[in-house]
Structure formats: structure tokens, C-alpha cells
């Protein structure tokens, strides 16, 4: 008969067999940068030779899209429609990697050519995010055999292939294809977990705008520091005291309107429960006292706003002369959950100033996060269930993290979708993901299978919540 | 019968017939640029070939001292002692210039080559500093000539020739010929004057404290924006929360020890007294800025000033999502006699101590560069108002008595060897583009400053000048 554990063991057993890693190595061994041009062919390549054959190997009716904008990566799109009324889950992977610069990595160490050394599985793509769509995929097929060639859900994927440079034409793209791609779950299969001892959901990534400061006193020539200063109007301290305005001494925003009004509590718990392992390589805040000392670290990250100063120039910083300087310029990144509108972040800028007495300091919205902020709230009925499953999966409980620090297109597919999205992370910290020697972990694999067979049989469980 | 009124007649002749021209034109010709570090012959040859011996036609004996430092342009010192027990007067004037760049200079204009267009006398160093030093030595030479060969004090004329790089090694010159240069009085002639209907004079120049302001949290590699935003301290928004303590967001100083205590009632009045003319494409002024209730002379010449002269963090040219680690910014304080030097740095430090900035933000005079010290005579002094007198019998107004100029010199390494009141007065104007392309004096400015200096070297060989030190 066939059963949750029975689809969990088929999942492991393809992963102790050796025939994921196998497959993997042949789908790493496709160099597809989508960052050089040059490399487009090698995208189409990854998704007709790997993806096309394997989905339709199970059932799944499969397309593949040109990108809408010239000169990026196609789109594939698998989907198996059991039935209407089912549930369906979209999951999502890309088929591109960042550059790999192979002289960079360790000697014995080749980005293309997949190698296994103890735990650790190196290779460019490994663990991003080809290891982890092909996760995805394993543990379908895990269900679908277990269940007798049946799912019990509606399965659909989508993989593109240029995630590493943006996702351009992802939104486009999904806006033109709402019924090709309408699910109830929007599945995300990237990025690391915050701890290797339990599976992890995330429910959402902070979206950001970049502002340029800009004091222009708009005097001509230098104006002597000896005759001028103190009496001439100095642009390096106005836009100083412009930006101490926008915090304490401390970090603490003290822009009400850039803040979240009110964070859900189970957001809050999520945050503050969440289970981070130490890392040798990541730093430590040594500074307690930096932002708002209500909130955890995680809290800060994933519940409320930051702002940073990228960078901050004035006068000749590398040839200081004595002169009055008549410009300043900062920019400012200001990042924010879901609970706040990046649309209001700009206005609510420019009103503090007026308010603080700088009105005189131009703000220029220089760019934006290309992926909008998102989230989901951890109560929702789908969340709970995969949740659920997860927990039962592990054997305890699991992280669930309310926002990532980066982001990901999953705001695209919730906005256009209408649908819940969320990402199952299936790395760790010290994957070295964008870098050289990137590695997954071999446990970590064995164990994202079954996680993701669990949640794909849980799917197709009478339990499941309904559609939409 | 000599008179005061045939000296001045005698130097307004000389310049009417184009002579004060004439012996500019040569002194101009000869590029003295202390800047460029092979221009070094002609730095020697102004002070051999003119200077030297425009000093011994009016009976002045000299000698050219290499600079202490072997880099640096040679000194002239020039006297003429008649009589120890009458006063001494050190003349100052430096025989360099900036660096003229002729490519900037307008069509027709060559920065070597003076050149009269209508009141304009165009070159390079025309009004920094030759044509001011010709000033006084035509003057004094009037007034020998006038006295038939007599002055009536002791004349001392010191030219230097690395003003423009900083007077390197003049101090050390100075304290190693005090006796050489001692003097009742030292009277430098340089810079701009503020009006043209009143003459000036500078008693004082402010110091400046140049230091860095250093956030360096000492994180290696960047950390992502996005992790860590909001998490791990920011030296940008460190720094400019330290530097936003220092003002208020108007510019007023807050370091408290930075601000000028007791200010005599005498400097006071001497600046409000100051006769300003409006300066032509002068930015508008913001009464708003700096201290409040304070005139803008007032700001410059009595008060303090802060300066962020440069600021960075991150990557200007090309900003990336990290936090920063380091930030820097590079700052001046400039501060009359009425702040100590030494106290300008322990009080900034205990300032950001007490802001909570002790930890975090470093203060470093590590950046390359002295800065000059303050030094200022008392409007009061007894020769600074024989010498107003003086000018204000040559020219009909009391002169502009400005206790400081707002920016910074040399003049304390005069003042405080010497011992002496540090006079120093102006025939030029702020539009006389001394430091850029077009540099130019004006006639009637010259033919003024001619007079009125000739008055002044007239008067103190007349009884009733305030006691002289006697010289050894």
C-alpha cells in the first residue's frame, strides 16, 4: 500500500543510490552563465537536453518560452494537470549559474566538472540552484511512483534561466501567462537554511529603494576655507546632519513612516525562534548596541527597516584643499518588509527633511530592489500545512523564517499569482554559493528529498487545503 | 624744504611717469614660480638681480641667505640702521608665486608679460606678491630721497621666496637671526584689501587645526546589505552622526572649548568697524549659518569656524550593497588667539567622548600638513594706531583695522621671535584673482598704496613715535 513513509524512502533510496548526484553531475557539467552572452545556447541546452526529457518522464506536458526581453534566458514550464479541482503547486528553480572564474577555485577543484570529497559536493550550480530543483523534481517522481503514477495534486514547474542576472523578463513573462502558471502554491526551491540541525520555510524577502542626497549650494569655484568658513553654508556638514536626522546615534530609524506599523505576532515569534548556527566565517554583531534593541538580530533582518549609507563623498576626499565645499552627495539604501510601501518610502523622506529644516536637500530615487517586498503570514492554512509536513518529515521542529535578508522573485509569482509563496532552502551559510569552491552537503540533499517528498505527498493528501 | 607733502609728491611723480610700471614689468618677467621645484635659479635671481640691487640705490646693505631647507627658495634680508635708539620697521614681502598655468590666461594676456588695460595691470604676481613689496620699497626710497638721504629710522626688508609652498623654513631662519631681524615693528604688505574708499590693515592672522575624523569598525571583506543592514554598525551613519554633534544642524560650533572666550572689546570694535564691499559674484551669504547674532566679518575675523573639507565612505564612483566599514572625513578648525591651539584636539575628543563617540570615531592629526598658529596685535597697540593715523592723514579715512584675516599664515613666526606687533597691509582687491588666470593690480590702487606707505615711512622718522626698543 502505498504510504507517506514509503514515498520518503523511495526519495532516499534515489539519493543513497547514487542516481541524483549522477544526474546532477551531468546537469553541472552545462556551463550556463547567464551573465556572459555568449553562453545563451547553453541555457536552451540545460533545458531540452536535462530538464524537457525528465519532466516528460513524468507525465508533465512541457514548453519552452523564448524570453520576452532580447538577448535573456528562455523559461521552461512543466505542468501535469490530474485534476481541476485538485490542488496545484508551482515549483520554481533556475537553470543558470553566476560566472565561475575556475582559477579562482581550489586546485583539484573544477567548476564544471562535479566532485564528491567527503560530505561535500563541489561544483558551479550545486547548490545553486540546480541541486535544488533537481531535489524538487527527485521527490516528485519519489510520489508519483509511490502513488502508483498518480500525484494526487496538480504539479507544475517553472525553471528560468536567468535568475543571476535579475530575472529580466520573469514579470513580463508570468503577467502573460497567469493561466498557464495559476497555482494555489508558489514553491521556491533556493538559497540556505539558518541552521543544518532543521529544515527551514522562508516566507518572505525585504524589498529596497536606493535614494540619492544631494546638497547643491550651487556656488561656482572654491570659496576659501579661511575667509568662507563659518560664514558660507558648508555642504559636507548640512548633509551630515540631513542624514544624522534619519537615525539616532545608535542605528534606530527615526522616520515613523518608513516602520512598520504593526508586525503580525506570529511574524515576530517566527523571528525571534528562529534557530541560527554560528559560523567561523560570518561575523558576530560586536556592537549590541546598534538599531532597534527591542528586536533580536533576526527580528531587525526580517521584520523591520533598515537604512544604510552605501557611500558618502564631498569635497576631494583623496587631495583634501581648503575650500568650502558646495556639494555633498550620499546615497542611502533603505531596505523594508512587507508591511511598509517602497512607494512611500521616498515622500515620507522628503517630508522628514522638510520638517527637520533640510528642506534644501534634493532626494533622487537612483533605483529599487528589482524583486518587491513580500511575505507570508505563518498562520496562513497553506503555510501551516507545509509546515506541518516539514515538522513530521524531521521529527521536531523546523525554522521558519519570516524574511530573508536577500531576495528572490518570489514577490513576481504572489503578486500575479494570487497565490501563497514560499521557499524551501536546501543549503547552508558556508556554501560559498556566488564564489569559488561552491559545495552543497551531502546530508543536506538526502534530507531536502525527503523533505520535499513529504510536502509534495502531503499535497495530495485529503488534508490538503483547498484550492483558492 | 623736505616735507611730508614733497614725499608723497615725489612718489606720485614716479608712478605718473610709468616708473613703478617699468620696474614691475622687470620683476614680473622673471617666473618665480616656488611651486615647480626646478624654478629654484630664478627664485635666486629675482633677489641677485633686482631685489639686491634695487636695495643698495637707496643705501640699504643685504644678503641672500639659502633656505635652512635645501629645497626651498632663498632670503633676502636688506637694513639700513641709522640710529639704534630711533625705531626699527621689519618690511615683509615674498618674491614667489603660484604657478601661472599661461593656457588659463585670457587671449592676449601672458602671465609674464604685465600688461596696462585701462586701471588693470595684468601678471603674474602683480599683486602677490611684487607689486606689494615695490610698494614699500619705492616708498621708503621717496622718503630717503625727500629727508636727502636720510629716513629717520632703522629699515629692515626681509623677501622670502616660498610663501606660496607654505614659508618652509622661515621659521627656523627667523629664530636663528633674531638679532638680524629685530625690529620695533614688523610691516608685511600682501592680500586684498576689503574696501576701496578705506585703506587696511591685518594684525592677525587665525590658526588652523587640520585633523581626520576616522570610523574604522575593522571588518574584513564586505558584509551584504541585506543581512546585515540594520544589524552591524554603519561607519557612514557613524561618522556623520559624530560630525552632526560637532554643529548644530545650522552650522554652530557646540565644542565648547572651541569658542572664543573674553573677546577683547577692542578686536570687537575693530571688526565691527570693518568697511565691507559687496564682492562681485560672491554666492549670496545666509546670515542663518554659523553663530548666531554674529555679523558675517564677525564670523571670519573674531569666531571660530568648522569645516568638513572632505567626507567619504563606501564607493562614491560605484556604490555596492555592503555596510560600510570605514568611513573618513577630513576637517579644519580654524580659531583666533582667543582659542589655544593645543586645546582644539583634547576638546574635540572629550566632545565625542561625551556624545557617546569616544569608541567608535578616531581623531587623527596624522594627515601631512602644519597648521599655522594664530597670532593677533591689539587694535589698540601704540603703532598700530600711529599708523592709522599716518594713513588716515595720507588718504582722509581711518584705515579698516581688521584684528585677524579669517584664513591662516605666518605671521606668529614673526610675531612671537621678534616680539613685536604684526602689521600687515593690503593694496590690492578680492577681484584681483591672485592665485588664478587674469591676475591683475589696479593703478589707482598702486598710486594710493604708494602714497599712504610713503606717509607712514615719513612718519615714523618724526619725533612723537611711540618708543623704540633700541636695537643692540
Not at chain 1, 532552502?425 to 534530507?447: T, V
Not at chain 2, 611684487?130 to 616708498?139: D, F, P
Not at chain 2, 596624522?366 to 597670532?375: E, L, T, Y
Amino acid at each position: 500500500m502505498a504510504t507517506r513513509d514509503g514515498a520518503l524512502e523511495r526519495a532516499r533510496e534515489h539519493f543513497d543510490s547514487g542516481a541524483f548526484l549522477e544526474a546532477l553531475a551531468r546537469r553541472i557539467a552545462i556551463p550556463t552563465e547567464s551573465q556572459i552572452p555568449e553562453r545563451q545556447p547553453e541555457l536552451y541546452r540545460y533545458l531540452e537536453e536535462e530538464m524537457k526529457p525528465e519532466f516528460e518522464a513524468m507525465d508533465h506536458e512541457v514548453r519552452i518560452f523564448d524570453n520576452p526581453v532580447e538577448g535573456r534566458g528562455p523559461v521552461l514550464i512543466a505542468s501535469r494537470i490530474e485534476d481541476s479541482s485538485l490542488p496545484t503547486m508551482l515549483s520554481y528553480g533556475h537553470g543558470d549559474v553566476v560566472t565561475s572564474f575556475p582559477e579562482e577555485w581550489d586546485e583539484g577543484l573544477k567548476p564544471y566538472e562535479m566532485k564528491i570529497d567527503g560530505e561535500r559536493v563541489y561544483g558551479r550550480g550545486v547548490v545553486d540552484n540546480k541541486g535544488q530543483h533537481c531535489l524538487g523534481m527527485a521527490a516528485t517522481k519519489a510520489v508519483l511512483d509511490e502513488r502508483g503514477g498518480r500525484l494526487g495534486y496538480n504539479s507544475k514547474f517553472i525553471i528560468e534561466t536567468g535568475e543571476e542576472q535579475g530575472s529580466h523578463g520573469l514579470e513580463p513573462f508570468i503577467q502573460s501567462h497567469t493561466d498557464l502558471l495559476a497555482t494555489d502554491i508558489f514553491l521556491g526551491i533556493d538559497g540556505p537554511r539558518h541552521s543544518l540541525k532543521m529544515p527551514e520555510v522562508v516566507l518572505g524577502s525585504r524589498g529596497a529603494a536606493y535614494f540619492d542626497l544631494i546638497v547643491d549650494l550651487k556656488r561656482e569655484g572654491g570659496l576659501h576655507s579661511g575667509h568662507w568658513g563659518g560664514v558660507m553654508p558648508d555642504a559636507g556638514i548640512i548633509l551630515a546632519q540631513a542624514i544624522s536626522s534619519i537615525t539616532t546615534p545608535k542605528g534606530v530609524i527615526l522616520i515613523d513612516d518608513w516602520l512598520p506599523k504593526s508586525v503580525p505576532n506570529s511574524v515576530r515569534a517566527a523571528a525571534r525562534d528562529l534557530v541560527v548556527d554560528k559560523m567561523d566565517n560570518i561575523p558576530e554583531p560586536e556592537d549590541p548596541e546598534w538599531g532597534d534593541m527591542s528586536l533580536t538580530k533576526e527580528e531587525k533582518v526580517m521584520t523591520n527597516t533598515s537604512v544604510i549609507v552605501l557611500a558618502y563623498r564631498c569635497g576631494n576626499p583623496d587631495n583634501p584643499v581648503n575650500s568650502v565645499p558646495s556639494y555633498a552627495r550620499a546615497r542611502l539604501q533603505v531596505r523594508h518588509v512587507a508591511d511598509v510601501k517602497r512607494e512611500a518610502l521616498g515622500p515620507a523622506l522628503e517630508k522628514h527633511f522638510a520638517a527637520q529644516g533640510f528642506g534644501g536637500i534634493e532626494v533622487v530615487e537612483t533605483g529599487r530592489e528589482l524583486f518587491p517586498a513580500h511575505r507570508e503570514d505563518p498562520d496562513n492554512p497553506w503555510v501551516r500545512h507545509i509546515v506541518k509536513s516539514l515538522e513530521r518529515t524531521h521529527g521536531g521542529r523546523i525554522n521558519i523564517c519570516p524574511g530573508a535578508g536577500g531576495s528572490g522573485p518570489r514577490g513576481f509569482f504572489a503578486n500575479h499569482l494570487d497565490c501563497v509563496a514560499m521557499i524551501i532552502p536546501n543549503s547552508y551559510a558556508g556554501c560559498g554559493q556566488h564564489g569559488p569552491n561552491e559545495h552543497g552537503l551531502k546530508p543536506l540533499f538526502r534530507e531536502g528529498i525527503a523533505n520535499l517528498a513529504g510536502i509534495y505527498w502531503d499535497a495530495g493528501e485529503p488534508d490538503a487545503p483547498g484550492r483558492s | 624744504m623736505a616735507s611730508r607733502e614733497g614725499a608723497i609728491e615725489r612718489v606720485s611723480k614716479h608712478f605718473d611717469d610709468g616708473r613703478f610700471v617699468e620696474d614691475l614689468t622687470r620683476w614680473v618677467a622673471i617666473p618665480t614660480q616656488s611651486q615647480l621645484l626646478d624654478h629654484q635659479p630664478e627664485l635666486y635671481r629675482y633677489l641677485r638681480e633686482e631685489i639686491g640691487p634695487f636695495c643698495e640705490s637707496m643705501d640699504h646693505s643685504y644678503e641672500i641667505f639659502d633656505n635652512p631647507d635645501p629645497q626651498r627658495g632663498p632670503i633676502l634680508v636688506a637694513q639700513r640702521i641709522e640710529d639704534k635708539s630711533r625705531p626699527t620697521l621689519l618690511t615683509y614681502g615674498h618674491g614667489d608665486v603660484v604657478t601661472a598655468f599661461p593656457e588659463e590666461w585670457s587671449e592676449g594676456l601672458d602671465p609674464w608679460t604685465v600688461k596696462v588695460d585701462g586701471d588693470r595691470v595684468y601678471g603674474r604676481g602683480t599683486v602677490d606678491n611684487k607689486g606689494q613689496h615695490l610698494i614699500a620699497m619705492t616708498s621708503i626710497a621717496k622718503v630717503i630721497k625727500e629727508r636727502g638721504g636720510k629716513l629717520g629710522f632703522n629699515s629692515k626688508i626681509i623677501i622670502e621666496t616660498g610663501e606660496e609652498q607654505g614659508s618652509i623654513g622661515l621659521k627656523e631662519f627667523i629664530l636663528d637671526h633674531k638679532d638680524l631681524l629685530a625690529c620695533d615693528v614688523f610691516f608685511g604688505l600682501d592680500g586684498p584689501r576689503r574696501s576701496f574708499k578705506r585703506h587696511e590693515l591685518n594684525l592677525g592672522n587665525r590658526g588652523a587645526v587640520v585633523f581626520d575624523l576616522v570610523v574604522d569598525l575593522n571588518r574584513e571583506g564586505g558584509l551584504h546589505s541585506g543581512h546585515w543592514g540594520g544589524v552591524m554598525p554603519d561607519a557612514g551613519i557613524i561618522l556623520a552622526q559624530a560630525i552632526s554633534s560637532i554643529t548644530t544642524p545650522r552650522g554652530k560650533i557646540l565644542v565648547q572649548d572651541w569658542r572664543p572666550k573674553n573677546i577683547k572689546d577692542s578686536v570687537r570694535k575693530a571688526t565691527q568697524d570693518l568697511e565691507v564691499e559687496p564682492v562681485k559674484n560672491l554666492p549670496p551669504l545666509d546670515p542663518e549659518w554659523g553663530e548666531p547674532g554674529l555679523a558675517p566679518q564677525e564670523k571670519a575675523v573674531i569666531w571660530t569656524s568648522f569645516v568638513v573639507l572632505a567626507y567619504k565612505t563606501g564607493n562614491p564612483d560605484n556604490p555596492v550593497n555592503s555596510v560600510p566599514s570605514y568611513a573618513k572625513a577630513r576637517c579644519q578648525v580654524r580659531h583666533t588667539v582667543d582659542v589655544e591651539q593645543d586645546v582644539v584636539i583634547p576638546a574635540l575628543k572629550k566632545h565625542l567622548e561625551e556624545k557617546g563617540f569616544g569608541g567608535t570615531v578616531e581623531v587623527s592629526t596624522d594627515v601631512g600638513r602644519i597648521g599655522h598658529k594664530a597670532a593677533r596685535t591689539d587694535p589698540d597697540n601704540a603703532w598700530v594706531q600711529y599708523i592709522c593715523k599716518s594713513m588716515e592723514k595720507t588718504s582722509g579715512a581711518w584705515p579698516n583695522v581688521s584684528p585677524n584675516t579669517g584664513a591662516s599664515g605666518p605671521r606668529s613666526i614673526f610675531k612671537d621671535p621678534l616680539e613685536c606687533p604684526a602689521i600687515m597691509g593690503s593694496h590690492s582687491y578680492p577681484g584681483c584673482g591672485q592665485h588664478g588666470p587674469d591676475e591683475h593690480g589696479l593703478l589707482s590702487l598702486f598710486r594710493e598704496g604708494l602714497q599712504a606707505m610713503t606717509g607712514v615711512y615719513w612718519d615714523l622718522g618724526e619725533p612723537g613715535t611711540p618708543p623704540a626698543k633700541g636695537l643692540k
